[in-house]
Nanobody
Framework: VQLQACGGGLVQAGASLRLSCVAS????????MGWFRQAPGKEREFVAA????????DYADSVKGRFTISRDNAKNTVFLQMNSLNPEDTAVYYC???????????????????WGQGTQVTVSS
């Protein structure tokens, strides 16, 4: 599966952004999807993930209550709605996919086989 993320940009603290990630292929609903981010000089970290059906989600503590992950399987798209952004959210955001058969935590980045190219989010204070 190929992933294409978009929707990043430069915003002020307190603003909102919605990231989108479009997947190729016909079996999008069979993939668990995740969003990760990587700030300069830091490791890539888990942000949020969603099951193939959309019925299960997980969030990093740092974004819980501010970010919402969702998906539209008819449009092969996963979204990340980001509200109340702060400068600490500045990073390149990546979408990722793994098999829907995978059993275990959503959080390990090594469990994702497919990655998009990333979209830059910059939050100014």
């Amino acid at each position: 599966v190929q992933l294409q993320a978009c929707g990043g940009g430069l915003v002020q603290a307190g603003a909102s952004l919605r990231l989108s990630c479009v997947a190729s292929g016909r079996t999008f609903s069979s993939y668990q999807m995740g969003w990760f981010r990587q700030a300069p000089g830091k490791e890539r970290e888990f942000v949020a993930a969603i099951s193939g059906s959309g019925g299960n989600t997980d969030y990093a503590d740092s974004v819980k209550g501010r970010f919402t992950i969702s998906r539209d399987n008819a449009k092969n798209t996963v979204f990340l709605q980001m509200n109340s952004l702060n400068p600490e959210d500045t990073a390149v955001y990546y979408c990722a996919a793994r098999s829907g058969d995978y059993y275990g935590s959503y959080r390990p980045k090594a469990s994702y086989a497919y990655w998009g190219q990333g979209t830059q989010v910059t939050v100014s204070s």
